[in-house]
């Protein structure tokens, strides 16, 4: 359990927005193999109010799939408070997170994502605003660093993030600079846990229940975000959660992993508003995260790329030993 501002979460282990990734399907799948916490994908505030088919897609949603944050990415306080208060007309959010670490060079080049821990007064100023006007409790998700790891930006930024009325940090170990591969570096989250009172969720390799640990161990965050861990791995979430509590863990054999992947592929069909054209590379995509790790993993992926229908990627699964 963890509390952010007035919400009380009811998990330390949330499922990460990962842009692309995280739709309701991904997001249904974690929650039927036990997840409790989840995230939209990042909404680009802009976006959202010029209603663009894009980001009113991300917001699609459904009762189950609940308790959920949303996340707006963006620099200007007003467009982002119109863009967050547009948000909470249409779905209840537990807390709105800003992201201010998407490391994308078309973001950064607009001073917004990553760019905002390296211009404290604009992160400031568009954390009072949102927080001193929305009626959910407003969060951050931080890098350690733009260009390089730098303590005392970090700190700072997470400092001035608090003062301005945050109720949690979400802090990815890496740099803009190291995007998305490299160490984490636990020593910096847990520099940021020191420096402020509210809650801090730590970010990065956590894959397996031991790095979500490992996580814990070093840094003493008071919760982790599943992020990569949990593509084709929906009851990641579950298993740290399980881990943490010392309870035993399940092995997930091939027969199970076949039919978490089924699973999402019907929420996918269900739920997933895309045009036909690019609905089979996604398919594929989804099909890639489950598919890892097994005796002829490469054979399968390799077919897997050649399909190019639902069903034909269905016999492809059921044709999979196990
Ligand atoms: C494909 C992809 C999409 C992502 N999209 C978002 C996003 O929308 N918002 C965000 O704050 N972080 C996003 N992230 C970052 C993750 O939430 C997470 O912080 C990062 O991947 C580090 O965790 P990991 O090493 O355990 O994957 C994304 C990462 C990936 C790989």
Not at 62 to 85: C, F, K, N, T, V
Not at 94 to 111: Q, R
Not at 134 to 147: A, E, H, N
Not at 157 to 181: I, W
Request: charged content about 25%.
């Amino acid at each position: 359990m963890v509390k952010i501002g007035s919400k009380i979460i009811d998990t330390t282990v949330f499922v990460a927005p990962l842009a692309g990734c995280s739709d309701l399907s991904f997001r249904l799948t974690c929650r039927e193999y036990g997840a409790k916490f989840c995230f939209f994908e990042m909404i680009d505030a802009n976006s959202l109010i010029y209603n663009r088919i894009r980001s009113l897609r991300i917001i699609r949603t459904i009762e189950e799939d609940s308790p959920i944050a949303g996340q707006l990415l963006g620099r200007d306080p007003q467009i982002m408070l119109e863009a967050a208060l547009k948000l909470l007309e249409q779905v209840n959010i537990s807390f709105l997170d800003v992201n201010c670490a998407c490391p994308v060079k078309k973001v950064v080049k607009k001073k917004s994502g990553a760019y905002l821990v390296n211009d404290i007064e604009a992160l400031s100023k568009l954390i009072k605003k949102l927080s001193g006007s929305l009626p959910v409790p407003v969060t951050v998700k931080l890098r350690v660093g733009y260009l390089e790891k730098n303590k005392r930006q970090i700190t700072d930024a997470a400092k001035a993030c608090e003062d301005s009325g945050a109720s949690a940090l979400f802090v990815h170990g890496r740099t803009k600079t190291q995007m998305y591969s490299g160490d984490v570096d636990y020593s910096l989250i847990r520099a940021v846990k020191e420096a402020v009172s509210i809650p801090i969720f730590g970010s990065g390799n956590v894959f397996t229940p031991q790095l979500a640990k490992k996580m814990f161990d070093e840094t003493n965050c008071d919760g982790v975000i599943v992020a990569r861990g949990a593509l084709g791995r929906p009851w990641m979430p579950k298993h740290i959660a399980d881990y943490m509590e010392g309870k035993n863990i399940e092995t997930i054999d091939m027969k199970e992993r076949k039919e978490a992947l089924k699973k999402h592929l019907v929420y996918f069909r269900k739920y997933k508003e895309v045009k036909d054209s690019i609905k089979v590379g996604f398919m594929r995509k989804i099909a890639i995260w489950y598919l890892r790790d097994f005796a002829e993993c490469a054979r399968a992926r390799g077919a897997i790329c050649r399909i190019s229908s639902y069903e034909e990627l269905l016999s492809l699964i059921n044709s999979l030993p196990g």
